[in-house]
């Protein structure tokens, strides 16, 4: 974000504004984390700010302030229409195109209003008038942090908003451990701890919430697991009478295709979960090293993300999903097999 996108922008924000922020779909730690820090600095500054959410997302992140405050697309809808109708500005945050919002897709693309993108996914469409686009970006809520650096006003961080902001890291670095996490992303955290997150307890409300019916399931997911050595590859699948037996809730699965990426020797992830209610197949990809997921899924799984963490779908049968994605692997070999880890 340039010096004028910034000037601009401070403007905006210089008289009370009808504001909405609006995470992507299926919002995790990072998404959920960016748009409560955000509306807790901008409740700050007299806006009036909702919070609509394309749909519900995890328990083990309903425990963060503000987040009991979030308007429900699939639920209120016409309430949420409505809101986005009088907005004055529009954050889309964690995501860079409209579709990635779900079924609130049609609304943000018909409405008049300013959109304000901060977001470190790759290939961004062209829709804010005010964009903070990075991909070297660890996570949006960085990225937020950063933001107020430029506005000039992180001494307006509560220790809510601090909370949030390390939660979004901690998860989209998987604990400080993924490529993106670089001295600036750790001085950031540090920096949080000293505004009020508390890493002990922000550890334990996110990853230490199992229930026996998690476990129950995540054990199902590894023993469905496939290891193909030829291609250095690892996959996953979970049918939905799996999920189904094992009471499975929004965000179990969360995880679960990183336990095939920490396999010895495996470069590349992949989670196949059956949503029967969407008709689809539901896929998570995971990388080491230089090979390309992001790429891939937007190339085999109407998806995409990050280099070494994107998302899909498929249309398919489970069982036909499965022989595409080894299909295609034969296609990849030479890459995977160049991967240094």
Same mark, same amino acid.
């Given at each position: 974000?340039?010096?004028?996108?910034?000037?601009?922008?401070?403007?905006?924000?210089?008289?009370?504004?009808?504001?909405?922020?609006?995470?992507?779909?299926?919002?995790?730690?990072?998404?959920?984390?960016?748009?409560?820090?955000?509306?807790?600095?901008?409740?700050?500054?007299?806006?009036?700010?909702?919070?609509?959410?394309?749909?519900?997302?995890?328990?083990?992140?309903?425990?963060?302030?503000?987040?009991?405050?979030?308007?429900?697309?699939?639920?209120?809808?016409?309430?949420?229409?409505?809101?986005?109708?009088?907005?004055?500005?529009?954050?889309?945050?964690?995501?860079?195109?409209?579709?990635?919002?779900?079924?609130?897709?049609?609304?943000?693309?018909?409405?008049?209003?300013?959109?304000?993108?901060?977001?470190?996914?790759?290939?961004?469409?062209?829709?804010?008038?005010?964009?903070?686009?990075?991909?070297?970006?660890?996570?949006?809520?960085?990225?937020?942090?950063?933001?107020?650096?430029?506005?000039?006003?992180?001494?307006?961080?509560?220790?809510?908003?601090?909370?949030?902001?390390?939660?979004?890291?901690?998860?989209?670095?998987?604990?400080?451990?993924?490529?993106?996490?670089?001295?600036?992303?750790?001085?950031?955290?540090?920096?949080?701890?000293?505004?009020?997150?508390?890493?002990?307890?922000?550890?334990?409300?996110?990853?230490?919430?199992?229930?026996?019916?998690?476990?129950?399931?995540?054990?199902?997911?590894?023993?469905?697991?496939?290891?193909?050595?030829?291609?250095?590859?690892?996959?996953?699948?979970?049918?939905?009478?799996?999920?189904?037996?094992?009471?499975?809730?929004?965000?179990?699965?969360?995880?679960?295709?990183?336990?095939? @990426? &920490?396999? #010895?020797?495996? +470069?590349?992830?992949? *989670?196949? /979960?059956?949503?029967?209610? %969407?008709?689809?197949?539901?896929?998570?990809?995971?990388?080491?090293?230089?090979?390309?997921?992001?790429?891939?899924?937007?190339?085999?799984?109407?998806?995409?993300?990050?280099?070494?963490?994107?998302?899909?779908?498929?249309? @398919? &049968?489970? #069982?036909?999903? +499965?022989?595409?994605? *080894?299909? /295609?692997?034969?296609?990849? %070999?030479?890459?995977?097999?160049?991967?240094?880890?």
């Amino acid at each position: 974000m340039n010096k004028d996108q910034i000037e601009g922008l401070k403007k905006e924000l210089s008289s009370p504004r009808n504001i909405v922020i609006v995470p992507h779909k299926n919002p995790d730690g990072d998404a959920v984390g960016s748009v409560t820090a955000l509306y807790g600095y901008l409740i700050q500054l007299g806006h009036k700010v909702t919070m609509i959410s394309p749909n519900d997302f995890p328990t083990f992140l309903k425990w963060m302030d503000y987040s009991d405050l979030f308007v429900n697309y699939e639920q209120e809808s016409k309430k949420a229409d409505a809101l986005i109708n009088e907005a004055d500005l529009i954050f889309n945050l964690d995501h860079n195109a409209f579709h990635r919002a779900g079924n609130m897709e049609t609304i943000l693309s018909e409405v008049k209003s300013t959109f304000v993108m901060i977001d470190h996914h790759q290939q961004p469409d062209d829709f804010a008038t005010y964009m903070y686009s990075d991909t070297a970006m660890s996570s949006t809520c960085e990225m937020i942090y950063h933001f107020l650096e430029m506005l000039g006003d992180t001494e307006k961080i509560t220790p809510a908003m601090a909370t949030a902001m390390y939660t979004g890291i901690l998860t989209d670095t998987g604990s400080f451990k993924y490529r993106s996490t670089t001295s600036t992303t750790l001085r950031v955290a540090a920096n949080l701890v000293d505004k009020g997150a508390n890493s002990e307890g922000i550890n334990r409300k996110i990853y230490d919430v199992n229930t026996p019916s998690r476990m129950k399931l995540l054990g199902v997911a590894l023993n469905n697991m496939v290891i193909l050595e030829k291609y250095r590859t690892a996959f996953i699948t979970l049918t939905q009478k799996e999920l189904d037996d094992n009471n499975f809730k929004k965000g179990d699965t969360e995880g679960f295709v990183n336990y095939a @990426l &920490s396999l #010895d020797g495996i +470069v590349f992830a992949q *989670i196949l /979960i059956e949503k029967k209610s %969407e008709s689809i197949i539901k896929t998570s990809l995971r990388s080491k090293g230089d090979f390309d997921v992001n790429q891939l899924a937007r190339d085999n799984w109407e998806g995409g993300g990050h280099k070494n963490a994107a998302g899909g779908k498929s249309d @398919l &049968s489970m #069982d036909d999903t +499965v022989k595409k994605l *080894i299909s /295609i692997l034969p296609y990849y %070999e030479k890459e995977l097999h160049e991967v240094v880890i």
